[in-house]
């Protein structure tokens, strides 16, 4: 309507219309951005790491996640899907400000990341506090669906317990009775072997040192050789990526492997066996995933992988590519309508994935409900002895939603 088929109270003059007019774009581009209309693309920022000890993860994550995507024809919920990318160097010094990047300059629909916990709990904090969705597609810290859990934050992968807790178990059951355990000093390693100790000590066994040092640090050697002067009947390790490659090769060559067993959250031989070679060779570990499932979901997603990216693919992709489907139950409910959370996240909660893991739920602080299987290194492959834990749920200490 133009103003002059107003009624005549109401029209202005030119000039009055002009400044009017401009001082509405003014007020316009004052208001905070809002998410795009359900039928454009949704904005995926994927917050991983590219670069450092950690890269081989990032990139599996991404690769599972683009997979499932397009496996679906390029979109979910009726939507294309857009990415935008941030390196976040598992540096937790720098996680609050690329995060706020995605959420503030891009003005990302859902966040997507990440691998190291100290990063995944800054970026669960700004997702809580700006409303924005967040998947976790690897790291585990257990405050992200404990005490910072929210509405708008799922998990794709697990909690640090919860490997850690099966193991416990397992070592336990094997007659063991001393362990040292050893790790990166940081919430993952804290809290996986604070999982495996609560697990091993109810079951009658003790944890009678725990080693550790600083993120990424790999000069173990010190440590080697304090875990050969105790003589426990076994050592617990959580290490991953670069970082796990050498230390299986340093503990081998220590001459640690033929005496003292190494028990580990499975992390330390997922998407590495081809570097630590022989040195990883009959090591037990536990985990959400093995090579050797056999089921025709696995089988599928594995061939799939393997044709497109010419690798084969570990837990990592896994979790990108059930982090992919979660995201696609999510906008299925809500019809491409990315505003609409509290319909976004009953659908999730109702929902069972369909991973390549076998099928699973979620808690109702959102963290994956799964088995936990016991896994042996043999001819490069994380083979499946059993379940080590069946449906094991995180207790999502400190929850409140
Ligand atoms: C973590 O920091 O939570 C973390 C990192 C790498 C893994 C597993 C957990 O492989």
Redesign the pocket.
Known sequence: MSTTQLPKALRLPPLAAHLAAAAALTLLAALPAVAQPAGGKVKVGLMLPYTGT?AA?GTAIENGFRLYVTEQGGKLGGREIEFVKVDDESDPAKATDNVNKLIKRDNVDVLVGT????V?MAMAKAAKDNGTLLIVP????DAVTGAMCAPNIFRSSFS?WQPGYAMGEVVAKKGHKKVVTITWK???GDESVRGFKEAFEKSGGKVVKELSLPFPNVEFQALLTEIAATKPDAAYTFF??GGAVKFVKDYAAAGLKKSIPLYGAG?VT?GTLEAQGADADGLFTTLHYADSLGTPRDNAFRLAYAKTFKLQPDV?AVQGYDAAQMLSVGLNAVKGDVAKKTEFAAALRAAKIDSPRGPFTLSKSHNPVQDIYLRQVGAKENKVIGVASKALTDPGHGCRM
């Open positions: 950690f993860l691998v190291h916990s100290g995944a690897n790291a585990g810290a640090n940081y919430a993952a991953a990526g992390f997922d990592y």
